[in-house]
């Protein structure tokens, strides 16, 4: 079955640490993104590729860092500069198309705790 | 002002009845317009595209008002399995990559 997979589903860190969560997708899309949701709230951008080897900034960059050495793999890590990075993390991925708005599909995410 | 505000309710209705999410945004560049659902602690999923003539999918009803900058999203006779968070998204092009701009939801429990 094709799909977008995270992992893991909790995680907890301590407060100092960097953690890297993951995000494969073999739907063969080209954009990948990393949202983050705080509770009653709605998602927020934090780094979308567009193409292997690139990747830009998304509205709340800061603290976080990406990397897109496959096509199918777009993993997230959560530096000890993110002030506060206890979240829900969500990665989608989507076709890039010419005459349509295109479906972004989700991952199941991961609840990030910072203990 | 944010890009795209949504009532965040919650709306609590009865089973079998009509229901109405308005939702504004602020870009007049925007091209795509999205509703989404969420459920409690999992991902949002595809409810339906917005097209500007409208759409219908089943129960569903999806309209685009480019001139006042909204879109609404009606779901008649209700059921307890609608019980859900719904997302209005937007997006300011067709082309490309897309950022998806979302909304904060509203919130919606069916009641029996």
């Known amino acids: 079955d094709g799909g977008i997979t995270q992992s893991p589903k909790y995680l907890f860190r301590k407060e100092g640490q960097n953690v890297t969560l993951s995000c494969e997708q073999n739907?063969?899309?080209?954009?990948m993104y990393w949202y983050r949701q705080d509770p009653g709230q709605g998602l927020r951008l934090i780094y979308y590729?567009?193409?292997?080897?690139?990747?830009q900034k998304g509205d709340i960059a800061e603290g976080y860092s990406v990397s897109r050495e496959k096509k199918e793999s777009f993993p997230l890590t959560v530096t000890s500069a993110q002030k506060n990075p206890t979240a829900f993390y969500l990665c989608?991925?989507?076709?890039?198309?010419?005459?349509?708005?295109?479906?972004?599909?989700f991952g199941p995410g991961t609840r990030l705790t910072v203990l | 002002r944010k890009e795209v505000e949504q009532d965040p309710g919650p709306f609590n209705v009865p089973e079998g009845a009509t229901v109405a999410f308005n939702c504004t945004y602020s870009?007049?560049?925007?091209?795509?317009f999205f509703w989404y659902r969420q459920d409690c602690r999992k991902e949002p999923k595809l409810l339906m595209s917005?097209?500007?003539s409208g759409n219908e999918d089943g129960r569903f009803t999806a309209q685009l008002n480019r001139a006042s900058q909204y879109i609404s999203l009606l779901i008649r006779d209700s059921k307890l399995s609608d019980s859900a968070t719904y997302l209005c998204?937007?997006?300011?092009?067709?082309?490309?990559?897309?950022?998806?701009?979302f909304g904060q939801g509203t919130r919606l429990t069916i009641n029996p």
């Open positions: 989608a991925s989507t076709t890039i198309g010419r005459d349509r708005g295109n479906e972004q599909f």
């Open positions: 739907l063969n899309h080209d954009a």
């Open positions: 590729s567009q193409i292997v080897n690139d990747f």
């Open positions: 870009n007049s560049a925007s091209q795509s």
């Open positions: 917005v097209y500007s």
């Open positions: 998204v937007v997006t300011p092009r067709i082309q490309g990559a897309q950022k998806l701009v």
